[in-house]
């Protein structure tokens, strides 16, 4: 199995700038696509932003789009989330995935915290 570490999160004002990591480690070798998604208080966990493992497929949610890169070293089996213009909205958990369905990822990281204040 691929096992995710997630880092990088933290409290930021509104308009600032966060990049998310996450590290994959296990059988790399099978990962077929990494992204993200966040849950926030009180509300269901939605889908932010998803990378193929092989190609340059980038998916993002519509309300991350022109905010939000998410990027991937393979070298290191890293993927990264580089959030820009940060909104209050955005505070949520954020969680790193992997699996062949990006809509519904099979493995799922601890999360990381991501506050942004007004």
């Known amino acids: 199995q691929v096992q995710l570490v997630e880092s990088g999160g933290g409290l930021v004002q509104a308009g600032g700038s966060l990049r998310?990591?996450?590290?994959?480690?296990?059988?790399?070798?099978?990962?077929?696509?990494?992204?993200?998604f966040r849950q926030a208080p009180g509300k269901e966990r939605e889908f932010v932003a998803a990378i193929t493992w092989r190609g340059t497929?980038?998916?993002?949610?519509?309300?991350?789009?022109?905010?939000?890169?998410?990027?991937?070293?393979?070298?290191?089996?890293t993927v990264y989330l580089q959030m820009n213009s940060l909104k209050p909205e955005d505070t949520a958990v954020y969680?790193?995935?992997?699996?062949?369905?990006?809509r519904t990822p099979d493995r799922w990281?601890?999360?990381t915290?991501?506050?942004v204040s007004s």
Request: glycine share 12%; net charge positive; hydrophobic share 30%.
């Open 20 to 36: 998310l990591s996450c590290a994959a480690s296990g059988r790399t070798f099978s990962i077929s696509a990494m992204g993200w």
């Open 95 to 102: 969680y790193c995935t992997e699996g062949l369905n990006i």
């Open 109 to 111: 990281g601890q999360g």
């Open 113 to 115: 915290q991501v506050t």
């Open 57 to 77: 497929n980038t998916y993002y949610a519509d309300s991350v789009k022109g905010r939000f890169t998410i990027s991937r070293d393979n070298a290191k089996n």
